[in-house]
T-cell receptor, first 114, second 115 residues
């Protein structure tokens, strides 16, 4: 069975400081993993994805994530937060055997303080 | 704009009324998904189409819910006899079926409020 746990429901950082949003997954198969961002009243936008190629994945807006199989983790990081990064972030595991069914985490709200 | 579009963006209705939402996927995408997102939660899968065939439905999709994709292009989601518990954001996504990596692209959602 596939599932995702986002360890923090809220994260608050100061502008210019690093961001770490944590995600652990459970998957019966070699997973595909995604991070999406949702700004208020906007749709979900793909940040980055891991699909069994390089374990360090670079995405848009300076975000990156590292797939660690031994830790079943896929944490999202950014070296320096910007005010525009304030949003809700969702980690997703895909069941590639079952029509790529998506399983979402419960989300992490990122607050960026000036 | 060639992304996924959804209409209406907002819907307020009274309990017991029927509502219908529309999703227009990215044109070449053959897979279409509906999700429901409630406050403070991640989206939950409702149903999935490959072309015009509805291939899976979640147990969340009660018999008051019906979805169609008649020509394998746009899709509609209808809720009959709405209840206050149906208040949520309804998201549509589409993708192009692939053996390996496959990404779902999401629309802006339809926010439903049942009074």
């Amino acid at each position: 069975a596939q599932s995702v746990t986002q360890l923090d429901s809220h994260v608050s950082v100061s502008e210019g400081t690093p961001v770490l949003l944590r995600c652990n997954y459970s998957s019966s198969y070699s997973p595909s993993l995604f991070w999406y961002v949702q700004h208020p009243n906007k749709g979900l936008q793909l940040l980055l994805k891991y699909t069994s190629a390089a374990t360090l994945v670079k995405g848009i807006n300076g975000f990156e994530a590292e797939f660690k199989k031994s830790e079943t983790s896929f944490h999202l990081t950014k070296p320096s937060a910007h005010m525009s990064d304030a949003a809700e972030y969702f980690c997703v595991v895909s069941d590639r055997v079952n029509f790529n069914k998506f399983y979402f985490g419960s989300g992490t709200k990122l607050n960026v303080k000036p | 704009d060639t992304g996924v579009s959804q209409n209406p963006r907002h819907k307020i209705t009274k309990r017991g009324q029927n509502v219908t939402f529309r999703c227009d996927p990215i044109s070449e995408h053959n897979r279409l998904y509906w999700y429901r997102q409630t406050l403070g939660q991640g989206p939950e899968f409702l149903t999935y189409f490959q072309n015009e065939a509805q291939l899976e439905k979640s147990r969340l999709l009660s018999d008051r819910f019906s979805a169609e994709r008649p020509k394998g292009s746009f899709s509609t989601l209808e809720i009959q006899r709405t209840e206050q518990g149906d208040s949520a954001m309804y998201l549509c996504a589409s993708s192009l079926a692939a053996l390996q990596e496959e990404t779902q692209y999401f629309g802006p959602g339809t926010r439903l409020l049942v009074l």
